[in-house]
């Protein structure tokens, strides 16, 4: 079953889509978790959509929402800010906490690219997370930003845009529009895969928020609750490093899978190996 519901985010309202299995007996309690979704797209990614209903036909219960600024929910349209997103995933969170028929124990997070590295950093900073599921995000925005942009002159025609939006920002107070592909790189046979009403253009505050974000910080505070780090091991979007750094800095009990075969949106891709991977994860860590 599908349940479209909307919470409370610092007053904003967000709108998701709550899945419930169709199995729950009165008074049953399951565990839960979040799908989040990546840079500048909502709740309508295929990224989201299939692990979601995966994890509906295992027996979870799955939330999958937009983000303050995307999709259907309130806030200024593109203004991504990175931290406040992890203050969406923890209102999330307290809406899931708040369900009657949601162990608040057990509560999960997974999130794809950008909603990984919020899916890590939120796992960090609030002790109701009971696991981490992370799909090629990114622990480091700058240096993240430094690999993408390594072509000869990518990098100075990269920081140069920045540096003109931020004069121009003290001299006009205006914030200049950057296209998504000027900052997150993607190979243009990929790009069918972002969702429909993918933001497609973004202000410069929010270049600058990914630049200072930095998941690989708080990464260590999970344990002893479980992280799951999964990327492709030849990813053309994020590099690889980045998951490989996180699960240097992370605690036990912490997983890395670097899987063959699939690119960065290997959430929506249906490959059985990374299904398998997650469904026996998630029944070791979340007992169900």
Not at 62 to 79: I, K, T
Not at 154 to 162: D, P, V
Not at 218 to 232: F, K, Y
Request: charged fraction near 25%; charge should be neutral.
């Amino acid at each position: 079953m599908e349940e479209r519901v909307t919470f409370e985010s610092q007053g904003l309202k967000l709108s998701g889509i709550l899945h419930i299995p169709d199995d729950m007996k009165p008074g049953e309690k399951r565990p839960a978790c979040l799908v989040l979704h990546g840079f500048g797209s909502n709740k309508g990614s295929k990224a989201v959509i299939s692990p979601a209903k995966l994890l509906e036909s295992w027996g979870y219960i799955a939330l999958r929402f937009d983000m303050r600024g995307c999709g259907d929910s309130e806030g200024p349209r593109a203004h991504i800010i990175c931290l406040e997103q992890v203050e969406d995933t923890k209102g999330a969170v307290t809406y899931l906490q708040s369900r009657p028929e949601v162990d608040p124990t057990r509560i999960a997070t997974a999130g794809h690219s950008f909603g990984a590295a919020v899916s890590v950093y939120a796992g960090g900073v609030d002790k109701r997370i009971a696991a981490v599921i992370s799909s090629g995000g990114w622990g480091d925005g700058y240096t993240k930003f430094q690999l993408q942009h390594s072509k000869p002159g990518a990098w100075e025609k990269f920081t140069g845009t920045l540096e003109r939006g931020k004069k121009l920002r003290a001299e006009t107070g205006e914030s200049i529009k950057i296209p998504r592909y000027d900052i997150v790189p993607i190979p243009e046979g990929m790009r069918g895969n972002l969702a429909p009403g993918s933001i497609m253009e973004f202000p410069l505050e929010t270049v600058e928020s990914m630049m200072a974000f930095r998941a690989n910080d708080v990464v260590g505070n999970i344990t002893p609750r479980p992280l799951m780090l999964l990327h492709a091991s030849t990813d053309s979007v994020t590099p690889t490093e980045q998951s490989i750094v996180m699960f240097q800095k992370a605690g036990m009990p912490a997983d890395l899978h670097l899987i063959a075969d699939v690119d960065h949106f290997m959430f929506a891709e249906g490959n059985p190996m990374v299904t398998d991977i997650v469904r026996t994860w998630l029944k070791k860590r979340l007992g169900h």
